[in-house]
């Protein structure tokens, strides 16, 4: 400890309320404390730390009985140390507020020149404590962000290293072969060494190498540009090349993406274990169909075509999937809205018609997906006809109005429970159509058959939907 060359001379002639001034002023809180460590006066220089002790008596109680018990042996040496005159060393106590909070305080006591006083100062490391907790919590939130970000790094490597699409990619500036996952690898064979950075061009035949040196600079300058179709360098199998440009860092790199056409895209392109998994989508019971966004069969497995009743796939392919799905038109028209506006549709219950008459009912499901840069639709469709017929109707789960309305049983005469059992049954078909149209309530009428005035006036009955005034007044 470095004191005060010439004090006397410096401070002056200091009286004892200047004194006390002067130390209130250098601590949050200032103890005068006697030779056995309890407590003469106290003063705060902090209005918050005074307000947490309220109603606390601190003088002529020992120091140590104000702080947590685990903290006491800090109070005894600060003042035995103090006593002797050692130099003041800081050490943090937690005082207890009168809510019952820990506070932590910061002291150093020290001797007041040759009196058995001494004189303890405090700083409140509250504002200390809290800095820590929001310290602790960011790099717990950046721990949690890098943590997320690894995992997303290695999904998209695993995505990236397992996709059946030959991906590579590659140094926009240089063409250089930066990465090649295990599709581009299989492709290109011995003209890719792994690990080994090789122009892209030098991949191909040389009558293809200054188109697709063009072709990538097309991309690079434009950003897009068409498909090309060029000529490995091994083997001479024909590909679709499509690039796209992206920035990484401050680096800019092509995505390429190699599809193999013709011939050569078959067993190639896919795993076996996914082929496998085609050869059983086409062989199996259930019948499945691709069509595009309108509607529009582009491809059907041969399950698909025994339950329309058509002897081959160029006979339905280009033929809306609605020709034969759905027990109305509005019902096909119903399915795709909800498969457009809502993402996949599971277990929608329709009906199918054959050709020649045939009617089943099945169960729908179908999703979208994207083939190149071209969205399609997938419909797996399930006979339920027999499972319909097996299911007894008593184990179905009832909805609550319906429970609500056998706890009538007894308590009304028939007639009035038949009553209320049928307007029960009607808001529930209502309901049922209004969510399958999305609330269209020109198509919910006409999948109920009712006219659009009859649904207006049951939507009134019932409360159900907000009504216009042109509405309300067509009942």
């Given at each position: 400890?470095?004191?005060?060359?010439?004090?006397?001379?410096?401070?002056?002639?200091?009286?004892?309320?200047?004194?006390?001034?002067?130390?209130?002023?250098?601590?949050?809180?200032?103890?005068?404390?006697?030779?056995?460590?309890?407590?003469?006066?106290?003063?705060?220089?902090?209005?918050?730390?005074?307000?947490?002790?309220?109603?606390?008596?601190?003088?002529?109680?020992?120091?140590?009985?104000?702080?947590?018990?685990?903290?006491?042996?800090?109070?005894?040496?600060?003042?035995?140390?103090?006593?002797?005159?050692?130099?003041?060393?800081?050490?943090?106590?937690?005082?207890?507020?009168?809510?019952?909070?820990?506070?932590?305080?910061?002291?150093?006591?020290?001797?007041?020149?040759?009196?058995?006083?001494?004189?303890?100062?405090?700083?409140?490391?509250?504002?200390?404590?809290?800095?820590?907790?929001?310290?602790?919590?960011?790099?717990?939130?950046?721990?949690?962000?890098?943590?997320?970000?690894?995992?997303?790094?290695?999904?998209?490597?695993?995505?990236?290293?397992?996709?059946?699409?030959?991906?590579?990619?590659?140094?926009?500036?240089?063409?250089?072969?930066?990465?090649?996952?295990?599709?581009?690898?299989?492709?290109?064979?011995?003209?890719?060494?792994?690990?080994?950075?090789?122009?892209?061009?030098?991949?191909?035949?040389?009558?293809?190498?200054?188109?697709?040196?063009?072709?990538?600079?097309?991309?690079?300058?434009?950003?897009?540009?068409?498909?090309?179709?060029?000529?490995?360098?091994?083997?001479?199998?024909?590909?679709e090349l499509a690039a796209s440009l992206f920035r990484q860092d401050a680096s800019t790199l092509f995505l390429v993406r190699l599809g193999l056409a013709g011939r050569d895209a078959d067993g190639i392109l896919l795993p076996r274990s996914k082929a496998k998994i085609l050869k059983l989508i086409e062989t199996g019971p259930d019948a499945c169909a691709v069509t595009d966004p309108s509607g529009a069969i582009i491809t059907c497995n041969i399950a698909m075509l025994e339950m329309a009743q058509m002897a081959t796939e160029d006979q339905v392919r280009g033929e809306s999937l609605g020709r034969w799905l759905g027990r109305q038109s509005i019902e096909f028209d119903v399915l795709l809205g909800n498969l457009?506006?809502?993402?996949?549709?599971?277990?929608?219950?329709?009906?199918?018609?054959?050709?020649?008459?045939?009617?089943?009912?099945?169960?729908?499901?179908?999703?979208?997906?994207?083939?190149?840069?071209?969205?399609?639709?997938?419909?797996?469709?399930?006979?339920?006809?027999?499972?319909?017929?097996?299911?007894?109707?008593?184990?179905?789960?009832?909805?609550?109005?319906?429970?609500?309305?056998?706890?009538?049983?007894?308590?009304?005469?028939?007639?009035?429970?038949?009553?209320?059992?049928?307007?029960?049954?009607?808001?529930?078909?209502?309901?049922?159509?209004?969510?399958?149209?999305?609330?269209?309530?020109?198509?919910?009428?006409?999948?109920?058959?009712?006219?659009?005035?009859?649904?207006?006036?049951?939507?009134?009955?019932?409360?159900?939907?907000?009504?216009?005034?042109?509405?309300?007044?067509?009942?």
């Amino acid at each position: 400890m470095k004191a005060f060359k010439a004090p006397r001379k410096s401070l002056g002639n200091l009286n004892a309320e200047a004194a006390a001034a002067l130390i209130t002023a250098a601590a949050d809180v200032a103890l005068v404390l006697d030779e056995g460590g309890v407590i003469r006066d106290a003063a705060f220089n902090s209005e918050d730390l005074a307000a947490q002790f309220s109603g606390q008596r601190w003088v002529n109680h020992p120091w140590a009985n104000t702080v947590t018990e685990e903290t006491r042996p800090k109070i005894e040496q600060m003042v035995a140390e103090a006593k002797v005159g050692d130099a003041p060393r800081w050490r943090q106590v937690n005082h207890v507020s009168s809510q019952g909070d820990s506070i932590p305080v910061l002291y150093a006591a020290v001797q007041v020149g040759s009196s058995s006083r001494l004189v303890a100062f405090g700083r409140d490391l509250r504002p200390v404590s809290a800095l820590q907790q929001r310290l602790v919590a960011a790099q717990q939130a950046m721990e949690r962000d890098y943590s997320r970000m690894r995992q997303v790094e290695a999904r998209y490597r695993l995505l990236f290293e397992m996709s059946a699409e030959p991906v590579l990619i590659v140094d926009a500036p240089t063409h250089k072969v930066l990465e090649a996952n295990g599709a581009a690898r299989r492709v290109l064979g011995p003209a890719l060494k792994r690990g080994a950075a090789a122009s892209l061009s030098d991949l191909f035949a040389p009558e293809s190498r200054s188109a697709v040196q063009a072709y990538l600079g097309s991309v690079r300058g434009a950003g897009r540009a068409d498909d090309l179709r060029a000529r490995l360098v091994d083997g001479g199998r024909e590909v679709e090349l499509a690039a796209s440009l992206f920035r990484q860092d401050a680096s800019t790199l092509f995505l390429v993406r190699l599809g193999l056409a013709g011939r050569d895209a078959d067993g190639i392109l896919l795993p076996r274990s996914k082929a496998k998994i085609l050869k059983l989508i086409e062989t199996g019971p259930d019948a499945c169909a691709v069509t595009d966004p309108s509607g529009a069969i582009i491809t059907c497995n041969i399950a698909m075509l025994e339950m329309a009743q058509m002897a081959t796939e160029d006979q339905v392919r280009g033929e809306s999937l609605g020709r034969w799905l759905g027990r109305q038109s509005i019902e096909f028209d119903v399915l795709l809205g909800n498969l457009k506006g809502r993402g996949p549709v599971r277990l929608f219950a329709a009906g199918l018609r054959g050709e020649y008459g045939a009617r089943l009912d099945v169960e729908v499901s179908a999703a979208s997906f994207r083939d190149g840069g071209d969205t399609c639709f997938g419909f797996l469709i399930r006979d339920v006809g027999m499972r319909a017929t097996a299911a007894p109707a008593i184990g179905r789960e009832m909805p609550r109005s319906v429970e609500q309305l056998t706890e009538l049983i007894g308590r009304v005469p028939l007639k009035d429970l038949v009553r209320e059992a049928t307007d029960v049954i009607e808001r529930m078909c209502i309901e049922t159509a209004l969510t399958l149209t999305n609330d269209n309530r020109a198509s919910a009428a006409e999948m109920l058959g009712l006219s659009r005035q009859s649904l207006y006036v049951k939507l009134r009955r019932y409360n159900l939907g907000d009504l216009g005034a042109d509405e309300a007044g067509r009942g």
